[in-house]
């Protein structure tokens, strides 16, 4: 038997208790009477939008959540959302009370620049994230509102761009994670932010994030077209001097569209001609998380080949590459794992075993969730030779593959 939904006013009262707060405080903060607010709990009154709005503000919760007909609870969160439930919940909306007293701009930058250091370079970096980003969310929407609604227009603006530095993160988790959808909201809301505090470098780099997603859910043309109209918005509107490596970083994410839709020789074209030039007048660096450089059109050049089946030519252009030099472990990673598959392709096992236990010594939890490298771990368990037999079971037992 199902659980029965609840009316608004069991879900004002279950979401009251769920956060310790009483009834006169509540009530108070959002400018109506104690006894009234009991009557709503009690079905005795049907509140309006305006007191829904500020119940739920007050409450740190969604609108929707105290207007679904779903039971006031959580579950049905976890079991949708899966492994790593508090983040999508804290998408959602779910967060500290509007009263409360906001993260200072300083505060949010420090907190957002060290999500980002432990994203690019913790071997444990989805255990580590998933431990931070969902108050970081909350605290940097709830800074978002409180800001818009003061009277400092600098302080407004830097929490916007923390909003979008940190959205810029979310996306990458959300991808990695397997959740392309949320990773499509997040970019949304970069771009957004990055609008809404009117900073171009932003603007860009969520157009470069938001270009990843499209690529990600399959849609070449349209990452394509948002790429080069950031390119072209970003050259009319300023001359900072991180435009030639966001610049490059738009160019990539047109050559991976081309590359996708099997255009070999447009994706060179576009690598050599347009990636390079840049690359090589901004040199090695990580504007705006990008990790944009020489090292990163190399990168590209080895995918390129990867992609067309051309695996001993991306295997002599990997030969070129010093990875070790990049600032990001994630690039690192995908890197020695398209080296890998290359292999792979050849059939060279020993080769491809070598890389994924490399690759699982980098970064275990990422080669975990790593579609392409439990392809790869399939494939040696069907094929491989007795010699490397327990080495392939074992990697395959630690990966979860049953």
Wanted: aromatic share 4%; proline share 5%; with cysteine.
């Amino acid at each position: 038997m199902g659980v029965p939904p609840l009316a608004v006013g069991d879900r004002i009262r279950h979401w009251r208790s769920k956060r310790g707060r009483t009834q006169a405080a509540v009530a108070g903060l959002c400018g109506i009477t104690e006894v009234y607010l009991s009557k709503i709990e009690r079905g005795l009154k049907t509140p309006s939008l305006e007191v829904l709005h500020a119940l739920a503000g007050e409450l740190g919760v969604p609108l929707a959540a105290l207007l679904s007909e779903e039971p006031a609870t959580e579950a049905r969160a976890v079991a949708e959302w899966g492994i790593e439930p508090t983040v999508p919940h804290a998408l959602m909306g779910y967060g500290p009370a509007a009263s409360r007293h906001p993260a200072t701009p300083v505060v949010l930058r420090e907190r957002v620049e060290s999500a980002w250091r432990v994203w690019q370079s913790s071997p444990e970096r989805f255990t580590q994230a998933a431990a931070v980003l969902p108050a970081l969310i909350a605290d940097t929407e709830h800074a978002t509102r409180a800001y818009a609604r003061g009277s400092d227009a600098a302080a407004r603006r830097e929490v916007l761009r923390c909003a979008a530095d940190l959205y810029f993160m979310l996306r990458s988790y959300c991808r990695r994670t397997g959740r392309v959808d949320l990773s499509l909201m997040a970019a949304d809301r970069a771009l957004r932010a990055a609008q809404d505090a009117d900073d171009p470098i932003r603007i860009a780099a969520a157009q470069w994030n938001l270009g990843h997603v499209l690529l990600a859910d399959g849609e070449e043309d349209g990452a394509q077209q948002v790429a080069l109209l950031g390119i072209e918005q970003l050259q009319q509107a300023t001359s900072d001097p991180v435009v030639p490596a966001l610049t490059g970083a738009l160019q990539l994410v047109a050559v991976v569209a081309d590359s996708r839709r099997r255009r070999w020789s447009a994706a060179h074209h576009r690598l050599t001609h347009h990636a390079l030039p840049r690359a090589r007048e901004s040199g090695e660096g990580n504007a705006m998380w990008t990790v944009f450089g020489p090292t990163n059109v190399l990168l590209h050049h080895v995918s390129i080949e990867m992609e067309a089946g051309e695996a001993a030519e991306a295997l002599r252009a990997a030969d070129q590459v010093d990875a070790g030099r990049l600032p990001s472990l994630e690039r690192h990673f995908t890197f020695l794992l398209e080296v890998a598959h290359c292999y792979a392709l050849r059939r060279e096992d020993p080769a491809v075993l070598v890389h994924l236990l490399d690759l699982e010594e980098m970064a275990p939890e990422d080669l975990a969730r790593s579609p392409l490298a439990r392809d790869m771990v399939v494939g040696l368990r069907r094929r491989v030779r007795p010699t490397y037999r327990r080495q392939v079971e074992g990697l395959a037992d630690r990966m979860g593959l049953a």
